[in-house]
């Protein structure tokens, strides 16, 4: 779609641009200090409206920390009717959001509403960041294990929670995983001197894993065994609670994905399945992996390492 538009200037103070699908563009002001800056909104995931609001909130912010940021401001967008809602569930949404920014120190300044039929909501957040310590999905390198901060399955847990099919037990392990904000992840980041890192959102694991894999010029191993999921999110993909990207995220990797005979058909639908407010996606060198990843546990207790780089092979990425 974008590749008819004329080619952007280069301007050497943009570190991290759109050209290599990362999760926030990077900007240096000056020699010690860039900005970051991303963008995300969705439609509702889950039905209270306090609750829609903080993962939204959450999901934003987290493509600052994906990038070892600290994210400073935001501002709101949402799309919502003019009649046949009441207005207090946009009050309950923004109310759940501020709490979130306000947590995590994000001033809001501001925001924008169109009247639109079909409620959607989120922010824009600015960040800073030291641009020589910048953690990008270009930024893995063969001999890196692959780190998983948070188990997947929002996905299909959220269609289910639209046809009423998701246990209350599911739907509470699916809020709290999108709820566990990615500042620790990020804060282990800047500790470890991570240099490859993508958060994992809409295009889920594999397609993600496949930018990174792609950006880094690199394969990436996947060990099927060892991916964490939400407690019933197997069950439920296995019954068929699939959202539509569950196919245009098999299209946006295409064939350069090898997925061993053995590996459950219905353990690969989550590999494709779209996350909000996901884990974030590491590659640390080999000999600090096991040190990250006791880190990690500590606010991320189903984290795990996952994979393994490789030098570039036929496929970009291989699950095993």
Same mark, same amino acid.
């Given at each position: ?11 050497e103070n943009l570190l991290v641009g759109f050209d290599k699908a990362d999760d926030a563009g990077v900007y240096r002001l000056r020699d010690d200090l860039a900005l970051v ?141 999108? $709820? ?5 992840? %990020? /804060?282990? +980041? #800047? ?5 490859? @890192?993508?958060? *994992? ?94 880190? $990690? ?5 189903? %984290? /795990?390492? +996952? #994979? ?5 092979? @036929?496929?970009? *990425?291989?699950?095993?």
């Amino acid at each position: 779609m974008l590749s008819g538009l004329e080619k952007q200037p280069f301007d050497e103070n943009l570190l991290v641009g759109f050209d290599k699908a990362d999760d926030a563009g990077v900007y240096r002001l000056r020699d010690d200090l860039a900005l970051v800056q991303t963008l995300d909104f969705f439609t509702p995931i889950v039905d209270d409206p306090f609750d829609y609001g903080r993962i939204a909130a959450l999901n934003s912010i987290n493509d600052v920390w994906a990038m070892g940021g600290k994210p400073v401001t935001a501002m709101a967008i949402t799309c919502f009717p003019k009649k046949g809602v009441d207005f207090s569930i946009l009050g309950e949404i923004m109310r759940g959001g501020l709490v979130v920014l306000t947590q995590n120190k994000v001033a809001l300044v501001g925001g924008h509403s169109v009247d639109n039929e079909q409620i959607m909501f989120g922010y824009s957040v600015t960040g800073v960041i030291d641009p020589n310590h910048v953690a990008t999905n270009a930024g893995a390198r063969p001999g890196d294990a692959i780190v998983l901060t948070k188990p997947i399955g929002t996905g299909v847990i959220s269609t289910a929670i639209k046809f009423g099919k998701a246990s209350p037990d599911v739907v509470a392990e699916s809020v709290a995983t999108m $709820l566990t904000p990615g500042k620790y992840a %990020a /804060e282990a +980041i #800047g500790k470890f001197d991570v240099k490859g @890192a993508t958060d *994992i959102t809409g295009f889920a694991l594999l397609g993600h894993a496949w930018e990174m894999a792609s950006a880094s010029n690199a394969t990436i191993e996947i060990d099927s065994a060892r991916v964490p999921l939400i407690s019933g999110a197997l069950e439920l993909a296995a019954s068929g609670s699939l959202t539509g990207a569950d196919k245009t995220n098999r299209e946006y990797v295409g064939q350069d994905v090898e997925i061993a005979a053995g590996v459950d058909s219905n353990l690969v639908k989550l590999f494709y399945d779209p996350q909000t407010a996901g884990g974030l996606l590491l590659a640390v060198s080999e000999d600090r992996a096991n040190d990250l990843l006791g880190e $990690l546990q500590q606010n991320y207790p189903r %984290a /795990e390492i +996952i #994979g393994r780089v490789t030098e570039h092979a @036929a496929k970009a *990425i291989v699950v095993k």
